[in-house]
């Protein structure tokens, strides 16, 4: 469902400009890949040809730097500041504000906010801000997934299709009780249930859980449960302080799409927000890409658009430097794969479709987000 239907169906053995074989001058449909995917039963593959041709949707970051596209477990001790913390990151998310220094992508937000009241809240965003969010849905009640929270996400995605990130806290209110609770299978399950709900809507969701009481030497180590929840998340964020009242704290972060970070926190009483004081390390920049720079000056505000096949962009930067030589081939596997960096970075929407002159790149210059 994540996937663009003109461009995610493997195509066997084509070349960028279409040059394949009279067996295979027709576009293969999705529904045809499904069914041949089914004689597997539930492996479904592709060759590495079919993966590289494929260009799949982007899922741009939430807080860029900070929280990716995917599912995030935010822990932290019993009345640390973690809901002061994501109730902030709720609002300045939805606004598309700076969170904590690193810029967001603005949509709506859904705080379940499972172990709050509507009181409370209203305090809160009363004390944090003057200024009201439109964008900011907020909820004190859910199901459980056992009840079918994962179909009343779906309902609700549907009707605020912007959604960029829903927020739950606290895990233990949503995973119900089972005889097995407790083991890994039971903790893994219930992230990949979440997760399988982020990966088909490209909704990031954070989960806010507990901590131990027993230290660790890897501060990850401390989440409450096993391994199984951090083994089926992306990634996680731990809160921690080095004495409970303490105004000051470490925000730990890893995940499978970024490298480690350490951010040294600062609870403003006044504000209720929590502000960044150092960040030990710095976020990650990717390396330059040849490609995707030669492309900003093909493709900018004064010239916002450009079509063609990938021999056709290749001989067009070739004139640009001679001294380079990029190849279709090369070409597409390279847009299809760093596609968001282009977006993101850039503000260059890419778009490959395949006519019956070969396969059609699409460039378009949206301005830099």
Same mark, same amino acid.
């Given at each position: ?210 901590? #131990? !009481?027993? +230290?660790?030497?890897? =501060? ?7 391994? *199984? &929840?951090?083994?089926?998340? %992306? $990634? ?107 977006? #993101? !970075?850039? +503000?260059?929407?890419? =778009? ?7 396969? *059609? &790149?699409?460039?378009?210059? %949206? $301005?830099?987000?």
């Amino acid at each position: 469902m994540w996937e663009d239907k003109e461009t995610t169906a493997p195509i066997p053995s084509v070349a960028p400009d279409g040059e394949q074989p009279s067996a295979f001058a027709r576009t293969v449909s999705i529904t045809e890949i499904e069914e041949t995917r089914k004689q597997f039963g539930k492996i479904q593959i592709m060759t590495m040809p079919e993966l590289m041709e494929t260009r799949f949707r982007v899922r741009p970051a939430v807080i860029d730097g900070l929280l990716p596209a995917g599912t995030y477990l935010l822990a932290g001790a019993p009345k640390i500041g973690k809901s002061f913390l994501v109730l902030q990151m709720a609002y300045q998310v939805s606004m598309g504000e700076l969170f904590l220094g690193f810029p967001s992508r603005q949509g709506t937000v859904l705080y379940l906010a499972l172990e709050d009241t509507c009181e409370r809240l209203q305090k809160r965003l009363a004390q944090m801000t003057e200024r009201d969010s439109e964008r900011l849905i907020l909820s004190v009640f859910s199901e459980t997934l056992d009840e079918g929270l994962l179909e009343r996400l779906t309902d609700f995605w549907s009707e605020h299709t912007d959604t960029v990130l829903i927020i739950i806290d606290t895990l233990q209110r949503v995973r119900g009780r089972t005889p097995d609770n407790g083991s890994y299978a039971a903790d893994y399950d219930t992230l990949a249930r979440l997760k399988e709900f982020s990966d088909t809507y490209g909704v990031t969701v954070l989960v806010v859980h507990h901590t #131990r !009481k027993e +230290g660790a030497e890897d =501060v990850f180590n401390m989440i409450s449960g096993t391994n *199984g &929840l951090m083994d089926a998340a %992306d $990634g996680a964020l731990l809160l921690h302080k080095d004495k409970r009242t303490a105004s000051d704290a470490v925000l730990e972060v890893v995940g499978r799409d970024q490298p480690q970070l350490r951010l040294y926190l600062r609870f403003a009483a006044a504000h209720l927000c929590w502000e960044l004081l150092e960040a030990e390390t710095e976020p990650y920049r990717e390396p330059p890409c040849p490609l995707l720079e030669f492309l900003s000056r093909l493709v900018n505000e004064g010239n916002p658009s450009w079509n063609g096949t990938a021999t056709e962009l290749a001989q067009c930067l070739s004139k640009m430097d001679s001294s380079q030589s990029f190849t279709p081939n090369w070409i597409v596997r390279t847009l299809n794969a760093r596609q968001d960096t282009l977006l #993101r !970075k850039y +503000g260059i929407h890419y =778009v490959a479709q395949r006519t019956r002159e070969g396969k *059609g &790149l699409s460039l378009r210059w %949206d $301005g830099v987000r």
